[in-house]
């Protein structure tokens, strides 16, 4: 496992030098062919999700080998569903209207508020242990 944790970061750092230079070799034409910015944008877009499917299948096997740290994960899941679950709670279905005119629908903006309720609960909560850190060192 110690072998694939130093491998992958390498492995990532060369995808993502092929693609600059890739880039660089496109920006250095002087009028790029429309094919031509296609195929890298598509290129680009596999290299992206080559990265982020690397990424996470070596952060799950990591979480596997660890069952503290697996524990720790779960937690922290159940912990942001219970806050999506009161954010969900508290948002309005309530379609907005602005001159008569309908902007989104109920569930459109349910989502919003309940995206917005989120945002308030982890920024409060972060303000909240930011202020009580120091006091709860000091009990220690």
Sequence with gaps: MDKIQKI??????VIAIF????????ASEEMPVASDVDAFYSLTVVMLAAIVGITLLFSLLQLITDLKAM???LLWVVLMAIVIGVSYS????KAITFLGVELGS???SKYVG????ATYITGAL???SIVFSPVIKLLK
């Design 126 to 128: 972060a303000i909240l």
């Design 71 to 73: 524990k720790q994960a």
């Design 114 to 117: 309940t995206g917005l309720y």
């Design 19 to 26: 693609s600059a230079f890739l880039w660089w070799k496109l």
């Design 8 to 13: 992958s970061p390498w492995l990532i750092g």
């Design 90 to 93: 508290l948002a309005s279905d």
């Design 106 to 108: 109920a569930l459109e």
